[in-house]
């Protein structure tokens, strides 16, 4: 039997549905939020408190920041090696099983030489002793393991640290109100709990049906890309009996949870903003579904930088930024929409109002706030 085929708008629709950015949800909390997602890219500490507002009807910043102090999510390095927010249970069932990647991308990297005489399990023991005392900065860690290993390059020991063993980022780092430099624990110790120890496969099975509710249909490529592990076909094939197939119209095998929404691919979608560093836009092989090849270099800069975005019938058609000068009774807060296509005036109003929503939740003491919406870019 033939797979159905399902065309660019199609899965653009059942992304946006099941990303809550087709229909924001007025009843699901911001860690219910987190969990369905699979966690949030959080390499810009503030970008999941955007990416949550523009899901969920009534977010308060507020909430993730009780979620953070609470120990109830918190920020690790995780899927494609990456810092993600993710709830508790998550950074203990997610991180043993992308260690594997982790470990490639300590081969990857110009310091696995500088550590190479240095044993992984003795770094990773001196390490846990030291902030099993206390959480630590990077400078810290440089101090601390450099005198313990004086011949080494302290960078990169803190860097096979980070890569080797599980830590977090503790706060102040990521919540809203106040800032401050990353300070790590082991997510043991911050969590006071051990990391999951059931069975490997089964839990990566139970994860790639996550992926697929919250970003499916999708390739083995497009769940591969997402978490940056690899051989996962045989683990897909493994779930194939219970799970829906299609193809794309380039013939691709595309994989699904049963029962998981179609919306029709002519379902209308207003103009929305979407958070930079989103995972909507970084968790497929195939971004077509979302964003023109043709923005790309526009919206994913150098560094790894990924810009917000405004979506027109949904799909990326411009990005946005805020910039904020002055303090006190002076400071101001300015949401700039630079877009690459023409907008209706239907986008126009939606955004203006999306925007000046987003600055009245985001700088509540700025005294003046506004949103310029600029013409279409060349």
């Given amino acids: 039997m033939t797979n159905p085929v399902l065309g660019p708008r199609a899965l653009n629709r059942a992304l946006l549905e099941r990303q809550l950015l087709l229909n924001p949800s007025a009843s699901r909390s911001a860690?219910?939020?987190?969990?369905?997602?699979?966690?949030?890219?959080?390499?810009?500490?503030?970008?999941?408190?955007?990416?949550?507002w523009t899901r969920l009807d009534g977010f308060s910043f507020g909430e993730l920041e009780t979620l953070m102090t609470e120990r109830q999510v918190t920020r690790m390095v995780l899927m494609r090696g990456t810092v993600h927010l993710v709830s508790a249970a998550d950074a203990l069932l997610l991180r043993p099983l992308v260690q594997p990647m982790l470990d490639r991308t300590f081969r990857q990297n110009a310091f696995a030489r500088a550590v190479s005489g240095v044993e992984r399990d003795e770094l990773v023991a001196v390490g846990r002793e030291l902030l099993g005392r206390a959480a630590l900065g990077p400078a810290e860690l440089r101090r601390e393991l450099g005198t313990r290993w004086p011949e080494v390059d302290p960078g990169a020991l803190v860097n096979a640290l980070r890569l080797w063993a599980p830590l977090v980022q503790v706060p102040p780092r990521g919540l809203w109100s106040r800032g401050g430099g990353p300070r790590y624990a082991t997510v043991e110790d911050w969590l006071g709990r051990p990391m999951e120890s059931g069975s490997p496969a089964a839990a990566l099975e139970a994860v790639v049906l996550r992926y697929l509710a919250a970003f499916g249909p999708a390739t083995v490529a497009d769940v591969q890309k997402w978490c940056g592990l690899t051989g996962l076909r045989e683990v897909v094939d493994r779930l194939r009996p219970g799970l829906r197939t299609f193809r794309d119209e380039g013939g691709r095998e595309l994989y699904d949870v049963p029962g998981a929404p179609l919306p029709d691919p002519a379902t209308p979608v207003p103009a929305r903003l979407v958070a930079d560093f989103d995972n909507l836009l970084l968790s497929h092989a195939d971004r077509a579904r979302v964003l023109d090849d043709a923005y790309r270099t526009r919206v994913m800069g150098v560094n790894g930088v990924v810009r917000g975005t405004i979506l027109v019938d949904g799909f990326v058609g411009g990005i946005w930024g805020i910039e904020r000068t002055g303090k006190g009774d002076r400071a101001s807060a300015t949401l700039t929409v630079s877009p690459f296509v023409p907008l209706s005036a239907d986008d126009g109003e939606a955004l203006e109002a999306q925007g000046a929503r987003l600055l009245t939740a985001s700088d509540p003491s700025a005294a003046v706030r506004a949103v310029r919406i600029g013409p279409p870019a060349p």
């Fill in 31 to 52: 860690l219910e939020t987190i969990e369905w997602l699979v966690g949030m890219q959080s390499q810009a500490p503030g970008a999941p408190y955007l990416g949550l």
